[in-house]
């Protein structure tokens, strides 16, 4: 069947069941978390005080770990993460098979998953973003069931609804109580806030605190307490800290990139946003962190001060909250050691759970208090549906993350983008897959013009007024055509390989087997 945006979706999946085609028409705007948190607190281990333990292969035996169960674990750690490939080698050792794993992200540091997928030790990876060579894997069709790829928001939507059901959560602590008070802000592999852990943690059946340093108790700044932990596993090491900066955390020195910022900056100032009390978001790329400075000196000279700032923190905000252009930030994530040092440090830097940041159906959430939201995009076609989830080869190399849910709930989403990247045009008639729906994104940014979401006609009007170079996305898509030609389709197999949720549940798109 197609879905409203015309993509092509199976009415039911193995691995997955019945696809709700994109938007879910039936989803409620209001709280559809149905698991009892009582019932979660009364998870424990029967009512034993002695959580602590020193194997694993023993505290997996004990806890009932079998064939076909979901796991699921958090990356604060990034591309530094120990945790999920200890655990992973200690469940093949057990010779079990047909796992879930269920990870907030996957990054190139679990390539040792890739045997376990070509074994059937895992059936079935569910996350919200997948890069390396787990990525390729799943892209070759490796894997027995298709990856289910969620966005920030949509996975914690998914927990609280039991929609995703987790057997064992193992949360990796950089600092944990023999009772399983835990905190990301301290320790030797410090992460800083550990968002995405939450949901995990008040949802599943099980919960392990994975941990390389013991402190007394209580712990101090604890984000997940001990009445939601069952047991905690004392190792050498959960990861590498320095890992944490996976990707670009610095301003670009790229003259087209920072033509590209400076313009998306003119574009917020011009939209009427830009007063007192913005709220604003970006991503860790160069170009998305010049945007948030050509924007910081516009506010330094109107002296405005924003409300907050939110997402994945970087050392560029914490510098704009502490030059005093932002009351707050609203931190999910770190993104780098600046970032984990100002959450450990200053008051104004909270951390958030994943619910609170992108959850469509809680009662209410970050994102949608959000005035403006700076994108990027691997592709985006005409009717400004975007994809960051495949590269130009048709292979899995990202996901949503963030991306939708930022991009639906803020006022202003603004992708930016150079038109053509490595002799591919950007702008295509369509996109290899659609990741975020055209009708959440507002305005492309390019270094050889504006194009403005028709829907967005006054913004267009606005920026044409202030001699900003407006023009239409088929001008771009022309000209990114004469500079590369017209890029040959790219030749898939029927077998799907990855399905892509979006925020609400519904199934935006599928990828296929390159």
């Keep these: 069947m197609l879905n409203k945006i015309g993509r092509d979706i199976p009415d039911f999946l193995e691995g997955y069941g019945q696809c709700i085609p994109y938007p879910n028409e039936r989803a409620s705007k209001e709280s559809k978390a149905n698991r009892d948190h009582n019932a979660a607190l009364n998870r424990c281990t029967q009512g034993s005080k002695e959580k602590y333990r020193e194997d694993l292969l023993n505290l997996l035996t004990e806890i009932g770990i079998a064939s076909g169960m979901t796991l699921s674990f958090h990356h604060h750690l990034r591309n530094g993460d120990g945790v999920l490939n200890l655990v992973m080698q200690a469940v093949a050792e057990l010779g079990l098979t047909d796992i879930t794993i269920a990870a907030s992200s996957i990054f190139p540091v679990h390539a040792p998953l890739v045997q376990y997928i070509e074994k059937g030790v895992i059936r079935q990876i569910r996350a919200n973003y997948i890069s390396g060579p787990v990525a390729d894997a799943i892209s070759e069709g490796k894997m027995q069931w298709p990856a289910i790829m969620y966005t920030h928001g949509g ?59 013991l402190v007394p108790y209580p712990t101090l700044d604890t984000e997940i307490g001990e009445e939601w932990v069952d047991y905690v596993l004392k190792v050498d090491a959960i990861g590498d800290p320095a890992g944490i900066v996976s990707g670009t955390t610095q301003i670009t020195r790229n003259p087209i990139g920072l033509k590209i910022a400076e313009r998306a900056a003119q574009v917020i100032e011009h939209s009427g946003l830009l007063q007192e009390g913005i709220s604003f978001q970006t991503g860790a790329g160069g170009v998305s962190l010049a945007v948030a400075y050509f924007m910081g000196q516009a506010m330094k000279q109107r002296n405005i001060r924003g409300s907050f700032a939110s997402g994945g923190i970087t050392g560029y905000l914490v510098n704009m909250l502490e030059e005093g252009l932002f009351e707050s930030l609203l931190d999910v994530q770190c993104f780098d050691h600046e970032a984990i040092r100002s959450y450990r440090e200053n008051r104004a830097h909270q951390g958030m759970s994943a619910s609170r940041y992108g959850n469509p159906h809680n009662k209410g959430c970050v994102v949608n208090q959000l005035d403006v939201m700076i994108l990027g995009a691997t592709e985006i076609d005409l009717d400004f549906n975007v994809n960051v989830t495949t590269g130009s080869d048709g292979k899995i190399m990202g996901g949503s993350g963030g991306h939708s849910d930022t991009a639906y709930g803020s006022k202003l989403a603004i992708v930016v983008t150079q ?34 979401n028709p829907n967005r006609s006054e913004l267009r009007s606005c920026l044409e007024k202030a001699g900003l170079p407006v023009v239409d996305i088929r001008t771009l898509y022309d000209k990114a055509s004469s500079i590369t030609g017209k890029p040959e389709t790219i030749k898939t197999q029927d077998q799907i390989v990855a399905l892509v949720e979006y925020r609400d549940g519904s199934v935006i798109d599928v990828v296929r087997k390159v």
């Design 155 to 213: 996975r914690a939507r998914a927990l609280e609804s039991g929609d995703l059901k987790v057997d064992i959560a193992f949360i990796a602590a950089p600092v944990c109580d023999v009772q399983g008070n835990i905190s990301g802000a301290n320790g030797p592999a410090a992460c800083g806030v550990l968002g995405y852990a939450v949901p995990d943690a008040h949802h599943a059946e099980r919960v392990v605190a994975v941990t390389d340093t």
């Design 419 to 452: 038109l053509v990247k490595g002799r591919l045009p950007i702008v295509r008639e369509q996109i290899t897959t659609v990741t975020t729906p055209g009708t959440s994104v507002d305005v492309l940014v390019t270094e050889r013009g504006i194009a403005v």
